[in-house]
């Protein structure tokens, strides 16, 4: 037995068989509908579970998911976008809503506007147990949703530091929440703002130095599509055009090193690990000294752009791209 | 011996400041004062002295010598420590609303010694659109006895509303035979350093004090003055550009430490801390971290005037190099480098020398606009070897 839905409630045991979710948040639509799977499976591990679009439900289909199997295991219906239901079905959905056979659990998942509204008004009356997932929107709602996912996963979090995660993440919820999970199995639990800056430059600087590695190795593509996964991640720009600076001027020590330094002794003169030297070397090749001055020429022009706010960010990385592409070509 | 004598070089300013302070005195005395101005803009390149002229106009005001120099007030307002003149010098990189409030309720007040509240406020280019606004009323409206004295290089520096209220004096660069003189003069340096140094600094006035007064900014000039013949190559040229960098920051780092403790300190104990840390009343956090931040942006400040004078050092190698490739009797700056200098010059056509200054420039502009130094100057550094 977990959580309040298995709990007494004014004394009476409360039947969860049938299930409203409503709202178009969907991490947290889909949280409730595997929640109320996982009670179904509670109750029979064996559970047979059928997920239907609520438009793509045919007459009579219902009452095939509903009919008992030849083992006779519980039965468990998921109805997606529940509003979208033909009228011709709407009957059928109401009437299994308003008396459930034994052994058949029904969840419907409602996005909650004027469409289908008689169907949530039927089942809600039916008794549905209701759970609403309205949008997140506003910064304070979102500030409390990480206080609530990271009390969820276990761990606690002052609200300044929900407040510098919120601003470091963006507002994409699963990013939200996965960073609230790997926040506090990285601290034990509480988190704290140190903890969030650390969490962030790590994931910044990862992401940031993989555009710098494709741009550099010459496969503009990539890296212009792992520039804008960076970029709609919310990793600063600046960022950016600090580790593509970073790979270029890699590529300068590596290349200016003394020939006959091999292996760990190079590793050494560089004061760079070895397998880093490794990847530089591979980097090198298709670069002249003349090149690599051409590419930064063009890095700092995107940097003055970046800190002038005259060009747009985004435009001003990719043509760095393009150009330190160009300048590897250079002979 | 008057306020004026370190003004080099200046006389039509010196002679219009001198009538200004004679007019000010005489609405002290009751009389119309015609010529008297409350708001003034001194402008001039960097090292003309545009705040050591607005300080001394600011002691001819406060002195019943009309500026003798030697008199307490005299000395009171060059030393900065008159309680009628504020000295505004924003040590960040901009000033805000919010200080400009402060600073014109404070520039309101009647002047504790019956004369005159001046503001002299410099680098007031570093004043935001914002607060140039809220400075704007108080200078169109001035309360009767105060006096704004408003430093920047160029009038085009500052907001057409602000600039078109104030009387402009404009400074220029001194040749650098007045700047020797006057290091010799006053900071009794020897005849051939103060000539050497003045002609390094090309004008700037502090600059060349520094030069003539400490060996360590004379050993940075030498490093600098090594980057041009020290690129033979893209490594060279990262390298070049790192040292840069990291000098300007070695160079500010101390300094910068040294103040913010100080500040710090001072803070702590005027909110109350006792003995042993102890005893920070509520919301102390909020006005440290306020101090920490302005601390911050003080020392990139820093940084930056540091590295800029290190490129100032670079283009005048270059400038030197065209002097010579255009075949002029100009005196060189870095005559010390002549051979060098030279050895430049023969090597390249003056476009490219040209287009090597202009790298230096941009390179100055994107520093002033915050770009990242280190990447700034590398790009720099390989614009003078690549083009
Ligand atoms: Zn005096």
Known sequence: MRGPRHGMLHGVERDYSLVLVVGEEDLLVDRAVADAVGTAREADPEADVHEVFGGSLAPGELAELAAPSLFGGRRVIVIRSAQDVAKGVLGEVTGYAKGLPPDVALVLVHAGGAKGKSLLDAVTQAGAHVITCPKVSKPSERVNFIRAEVRRAGGTITEDAARTLLDAVGNDLRELAGACGQLVSDTAGVVDGAAVARYHRGRAEVSGFTVADRAVEGRSADALEQLRWALTTGVSPVLITSALAQGLRSLSKVGSAPRNLRGPALARELGMPAWKVDRVRQQLRGWTGEGVARALKAVAEADAQVKGGGADPAYALERAIMEIAEARAFR | ?387
């Open chain 2, 1 to 387: 011996m008057s306020v004026f004598d370190d003004l080099v070089g200046q006389e039509p300013a010196v002679r219009e400041l001198r009538s200004a302070a004679a007019s000010a005195a005489e609405v002290l005395r009751g009389g119309s004062g015609a010529g008297m101005t409350h708001a003034w803009l001194f402008t001039g390149p960097p090292g003309s002295g545009r705040s050591v002229a607005a300080r001394a106009f600011a002691a001819a005001l406060q002195c019943p010598d009309l500026g003798c120099g030697e008199c307490d007030a005299c000395r009171h307002v060059l030393a900065g420590t008159h309680a009628d003149v504020e000295v505004v010098r924003p040590s960040g990189l901009s000033y805000g609303v919010k200080d400009s409030r402060d600073l014109v309720l404070r520039a309101g007040s009647r002047p504790s010694g019956g004369r005159w509240q001046v503001v002299c406020f410099e680098d007031a280019d570093r004043a935001t659109e914002q607060a140039a606004n809220v400075l704007l009323k108080a200078i169109e409206e001035p309360a009767p006895r105060t006096v704004w004295l408003l430093c920047a290089p160029s009038p085009e520096d500052l907001v057409l509303t602000i600039r078109s209220r104030c009387r402009l004096v404009t400074l220029r660069t001194p040749p650098s035979a007045a700047v020797a003189e006057v290091l010799v003069r006053r900071d009794g340096i020897d005849t051939d350093m103060a000539a050497f140094a003045a002609r390094a600094a090309q004008g700037h006035i502090g600059r060349a004090r520094r030069l003539a007064t400490d060996a360590e900014a004379r050993r940075r000039r030498e490093e600098v003055l090594r980057i041009p013949l020290s690129l033979d190559g893209i490594g060279a040229c990262l390298s070049a550009a790192a040292q840069l960098v990291e000098a300007a920051e070695g160079e500010t780092n101390a300094a910068a430490g040294e103040l913010d403790a100080a500040e710090t300190a001072e803070l702590r104990r005027a909110l109350g801390e006792r003995e042993g840390g102890k005893g920070l009343p509520r919301g102390s956090a909020a006005v440290l971290r306020d101090l920490e931040e302005r601390q911050k942006s003080r020392t990139t400040r820093m940084r930056r005037d540091a590295l800029d004078r290190a490129l100032l050092d670079l283009a005048s190698f270059y400038r030197d190099v065209l002097i010579v490739q255009a075949g002029s009797g100009i005196d060189l700056a870095n005559a010390d480098k002549e051979e060098e200098i030279r050895g430049v010059a023969s090597g390249a056509a003056p476009e490219t020398t040209l287009r090597r200054l202009e790298a230096i420039m941009e390179c100055r502009e994107r520093l002033e606009a915050n770009a990242n130094p280190l990447l700034a100057v590398e790009a720099m550094t390989v614009s003078l070897q690549f083009h």
